[in-house]
């Protein structure tokens, strides 16, 4: 087992973490009313519709992590990091549904899976 597969694993594990706390959170409260212009008000937590709203990020970045585990290249180690992030912000977006108490954690978390893929080398 190579350091990439180590790697890929550990941002695997912690981002599987996230989406966890996500969803466990998210079933337990609704959304906040906050209208503003960058929120996810159409998504109901309650309704789980916010499934729909990270289904296509969470997809993308299945997606890429398995091609970049089949063929470590730069450009699948790239388009891994994009999904990544991209999947990560979308967690980020839902954590809003999150109740006060548990949200500082989940940041966290998001924080930290960010860093790991940003300090991911692809090499």
């Known amino acids: 087992m190579d350091i990439n597969d180590i790697l890929l694993k550990a941002i695997s594990r912690n981002i599987?973490?996230?989406?966890?706390?996500?969803?466990?959170?998210s079933l337990l409260v609704s959304c906040s009313g906050d209208d503003s212009e960058d929120d996810i008000s159409s998504v109901d937590c309650q309704a789980g519709t916010w499934t729909e709203w990270?289904?296509?990020e969470l997809t993308?970045?299945?997606?890429?992590?398995?091609?970049y585990a089949e063929d470590p290249s730069?450009?699948?180690?790239?388009?891994?990091?994009?999904?990544?992030?991209d999947y990560l912000e979308a967690l980020r977006d839902i954590a809003d549904c999150v109740p006060t108490a548990n949200k500082a954690a989940i940041d966290q978390?998001?924080?930290?899976a960010e860093s790991e893929v940003a300090n991911e080398s692809c090499d």
């Open 16 to 25: 599987f973490v996230i989406f966890c706390i996500a969803i466990t959170s």
């Open 60 to 67: 993308d970045y299945s997606n890429a992590l398995n091609a």
């Open 54 to 56: 990270i289904q296509s």
């Open 74 to 85: 730069d450009q699948n180690c790239s388009a891994f990091k994009t999904a990544a992030f």
């Open 109 to 112: 978390a998001i924080d930290e």
